[in-house]
């Protein structure tokens, strides 16, 4: 029933921006924390940032100061600003959802977007 949708992937060139998006639908009582993670080939897959219910972030070193998390509440929807891109941050992105069901018993549970493919050409 709950499903996460990404978008806004695509190839740029270095130097460029990129705005992705995950969208969070199907039976919610709430979005909780919320994260990007990516994977490039041959590589396993790594945290980009994320973003808690209350509004606190966190970034990989490797992308501070470049990136921007956000999220908008009323649309249980997560951004990942990405400017200056780097060739190195070429991989498919997965966006990432802590979510309340409304169910008395374990009510939370993780949920991963398809991924978005995110090429940055030299």
């Known amino acids: 029933q709950v499903q996460l949708v990404e978008s806004g992937g695509d190839l740029v060139q270095a130097g460029g921006s990129l705005r992705l998006s995950c969208a969070a639908s199907g039976s919610i009582f709430s979005v909780n924390g919320m994260g990007w993670y990516r994977q490039a080939p041959g590589k396993q897959r790594e945290l980009v940032a994320t973003?808690?219910?209350?509004?606190?972030?966190n970034y990989a070193d490797s992308v501070k100061g470049r990136f921007t998390i956000s999220r908008d509440n009323a649309k249980n929807t997560v951004y990942l600003q990405m400017n200056s891109l780097k060739p190195e941050d070429t991989a498919v992105y997965y966006c990432k959802a802590n979510i309340n069901i409304g169910r008395s018993s374990a009510p939370v549970r993780v949920y991963w977007g398809q991924g978005t493919q995110v090429t940055v050409s030299s």
């Open positions: 973003i808690a219910g209350g509004g606190n972030t």
